[in-house]
């Protein structure tokens, strides 16, 4: 039987749903900046009331949530029945401002998501959940793994959260040390044994060691270097088309330089037209470095592609690890350079991340087109006529391009293995008795 929190996600139509996610994932970065802030030092004491409200239309502007729908091809252009709706099933409270202007009348639209609005997100979306009482924030579990990775060493942490969490707890600290510099103690070891798969459920993001030595890498350091090689190689080739593109332009303006007075005679003109052939060679010299440059962008644009869609594959299914993870994207790499057939993406599950691959790599396959143009608040200024710029080199083709867009999107849900974890949660290795995987253990 569905939680409350699920029914009422299934409750929405699909328009009701992006409004409902993208409030959520605005409400959780407000949140997350301002639990930074207190790590730092920083403290604001501002009621929940008061800073968990957001701007959704503030006159013509385009806001930031404004922004983000229309990334999804949602439009509103004031309150809409979107917003009532969620309103009156419970999931979000509305309110407008209204301010007289010289030119008239501005409304602010703003929208705050009320406690039921957050789980039912979580609960369709398969958002994990908030952390319980006594286990660690991510800023502090992060600090933990800093410690874990550098046993028996010490190093650096600092901010009074973190310290009161790990340091200057009643019992049991897990890091003792001094004057900043901090080593992990054996409850510290115990905790991180322990909530090891908690934590990886929790905070998918962070990438934390298992503690079992005898486990299989569920995402080695190595295939990340490999991903970070792969977008390396795209962006260097597309700095060769830069720099090719900038000197063809120089050398077609130094090829069509007019002859100066001073060059009309016989000498002046044997020695312009000597620069004339220095400039036509120059243009065909940059001419053959761009085209060499370009036909690279795309291999390694393609290799990119194939790799990281790899990845994402062994992310969803959980077949491969270690070397093997790494042979098997360095293979589908090798591939896609050589010309190989893109598989479509598998579905993972998980809303949020099956609606933007798919929808990327529809719109790279041409199966998918935007319904709407962005507005024109979001599309890129024209730059001044006051300011002097080269022009840019000619796009590559569109299916390309494409390529491109999927593998950043795809590569930013599975960076550092953090779908793969979330996908897959590890069983804790050393749990306490009577304790399940991904639950709790009492804490000192």
Not at 39 to 54: E, Q
Not at 179 to 192: K, L, Q, S
Not at 194 to 203: D, F, I
Not at 390 to 402: A, D, H, I, Q, T
Request: glycine fraction near 6%; aromatic fraction near 6%; include cysteine.
């Amino acid at each position: 039987m569905a939680s409350k929190a699920q029914a009422a996600w299934d409750a929405l139509n699909q328009r009701q749903q992006t409004y409902l996610t993208v409030l959520y994932d605005a409400d959780q970065a407000i949140e997350a900046e301002r639990a930074r802030d207190a790590a730092n030092g920083y403290y604001d004491d501002t009621p929940a009331d008061v800073w968990r409200w957001i701007v959704v239309v503030k006159g013509s502007r385009l806001t930031a949530i404004q922004r983000r729908l229309a990334v999804h091809d949602v439009r509103d252009e004031g309150a809409g029945s979107t917003l009532q709706a969620l309103q009156r099933y419970g999931l979000i409270e509305v309110r407008e401002e209204v301010k007289q202007r010289a030119r008239g009348q501005s409304k602010t639209v703003l929208a705050k998501l009320t406690r039921a609005g957050r789980a039912a997100v979580r609960a369709g979306t398969k958002e994990p959940g908030r952390r319980r009482q006594r286990e660690l924030s991510q800023y502090a579990w992060e600090r933990l793994v800093k410690l874990w990775k550098a046993d028996p060493r010490e190093v650096s942490i600092w901010g009074t959260n973190t310290y009161a969490a790990l340091i200057s707890r009643p019992k049991s600290p897990y890091a003792e040390g001094k004057d900043g510099r901090y080593r992990i103690t054996e409850a510290g070891r115990e905790h991180y044994r322990t909530l090891w798969a908690r934590y990886a459920e929790l905070y998918p993001d962070v990438a934390a060691p298992n503690p079992d030595e005898s486990a299989a890498d569920p995402w080695p350091t190595a295939l990340d270097k490999t991903l970070q090689s792969l977008a390396a190689a795209v962006e260097r080739a597309h700095r060769d088309r830069r720099v090719a593109h900038r000197r063809r332009e120089e050398a077609l303006k130094d090829a069509e330089a007019p002859v100066r007075v001073d060059e009309k005679h016989e000498q002046g003109l044997e020695w312009h037209a000597l620069l004339l052939q220095q400039a036509q060679a120059r243009v065909e010299l940059a001419e053959q470095h761009g085209a060499r440059a370009t036909a690279a962008a795309q291999a390694a644009i393609r290799a990119y592609a194939h790799g990281v869609l790899r990845a994402y594959t062994v992310s969803v299914r959980h077949d491969l690890f270690d070397g093997d993870l790494v042979d098997a994207v360095t293979a589908a790499a090798d591939a896609g350079r050589d010309g190989a057939q893109l598989e479509a993406p598998v579905k993972c599950g998980l809303p949020r991340v099956d609606r933007a691959v798919q929808t990327a790599y529809g719109e790279a396959m041409g199966t998918r087109k935007r319904r709407r143009a962005l507005p024109k608040q979001m599309t890129a200024a024209r730059p001044s006529r006051y300011v002097s710029t080269l022009s840019e080199p000619e796009p590559l083709p569109r299916e390309v391009e494409g390529l491109e867009s999927l593998a950043s999107t795809v590569e930013s849900y599975i960076r550092a293995g953090a779908l793969r974890r979330e996908l897959h949660p590890p069983a804790a290795p050393d749990a306490a008795p009577g304790t399940r995987a991904g639950e709790s253990a009492p804490v000192a």
